[in-house]
């Protein structure tokens, strides 16, 4: 069985930093594992993403303050945020696709990041 749960989030004032880690398992390798995030009323959006050789892809918007990666003896993911700007508030969400086939693949609970003066 799969379980995802994210940790690491809470409340930043503009220009802070937090670490978001999303601890995995149930599964002994993955094809991606990923953080997207969901403000209200909007879509849920991709974030950043690290495959499993180590190749990683950010959102235009994050590009250069956020930084993904991964402990794989670990099988958790982490999510360096720097920078933090109001817009960045939002639920995160960790997720993992076990397989290049398997799609959504599965989420964690999510957890809020605000960020506000």
């Keep these: 069985q799969v379980q995802l749960v994210e940790s690491g989030g809470g409340l930043v004032q503009p220009g802070g ?14 094809y ?3 953080w997207y995030r969901q403000a209200p009323g909007k879509q849920r959006e991709l974030v950043a993403r690290i495959f499993s050789g180590g190749s990683t892809n950010y959102a235009d918007s994050v590009q250069g303050r956020f ?11 982490y999510l360096q945020m720097n920078s933090l700007r109001p817009e960045d508030t939002a ?14 693949g599965y989420w964690g609970q999510g957890t809020q990041v605000t960020v506000s003066s």
């Excluded at 930084?67 to 993911?77: C, L």
């Excluded at 639920?91 to 959504?104: I, Q, T």
Aim: proline fraction near 2%.
């Design 32 to 34: 991606v594992m990923g």
């Design 67 to 77: 930084t993904i990666s991964r402990d794989n003896a670990k099988n958790t993911v």
């Design 17 to 30: 930093s937090l670490r978001l880690s999303c601890a995995a398992s149930g599964f002994r390798s993955s």
């Design 91 to 104: 639920v995160y969400y960790c997720n993992v696709r076990r397989s290049l086939g398997e799609y959504p």
